[in-house]
């Protein structure tokens, strides 16, 4: 043990945002400075200003994207689900006289469209559509 010390990293979050982190070098017995109400204490040895708290996950400034690159990235995504999913609209696929031919043409059909709505106004925090699973007829 010596001259080994230990370092208690104590952050300060009020609305989800540190606001201050105090060092110690025995665990607290006492809140720490600049505590209180509406506040939380969660000790974390990385944590740092600017970094936000959220269901117990600390994150960086550094890995937070703005909104405008959260929506480029729902519409990247989402265009790539169009893009699998083009087979739906060949011909072949879908005529009846052929066997075997997709039997919920229609359930893809309202899919891509859900997928398109993001394409074209894509959102920062999207909900995607479940993906239909082909039935052959």
């Known amino acids: 043990y010596g001259d080994n010390i230990f370092t208690f990293h104590i952050t300060i979050i009020k609305d989800n945002k540190i606001i201050n982190v105090v060092d110690y070098e025995s665990q607290p017995s006492n809140p720490p400075p600049g505590?209180?109400?509406g506040h939380i204490a969660v000790q974390?040895?990385?944590a740092g200003?600017?970094?936000t708290y959220n269901?117990?996950?600390f994150t960086s400034p550094n890995d937070m994207a703005s909104d405008e690159e959260l929506k480029e990235r729902c519409k990247q995504h989402a265009k790539g689900l169009l893009f699998s999913t083009d087979w739906?609209?060949?011909p072949s696929v879908t005529d009846t006289n052929n066997t075997?031919?997709?039997t919920n043409l229609n359930e893809f059909l309202d899919y891509r469209k859900q997928i398109r709505v993001l394409v074209v106004t894509p959102v920062a925090q999207p909900t995607f559509p479940e993906k239909p699973i082909a039935t052959w007829g």
């Open 35 to 37: 505590f209180g109400s």
């Open 44 to 46: 974390h040895d990385q």
């Open 49 to 51: 200003s600017n970094w």
């Open 55 to 57: 269901n117990g996950v």
């Open 88 to 90: 739906v609209e060949n």
């Open 100 to 102: 075997p031919h997709l």
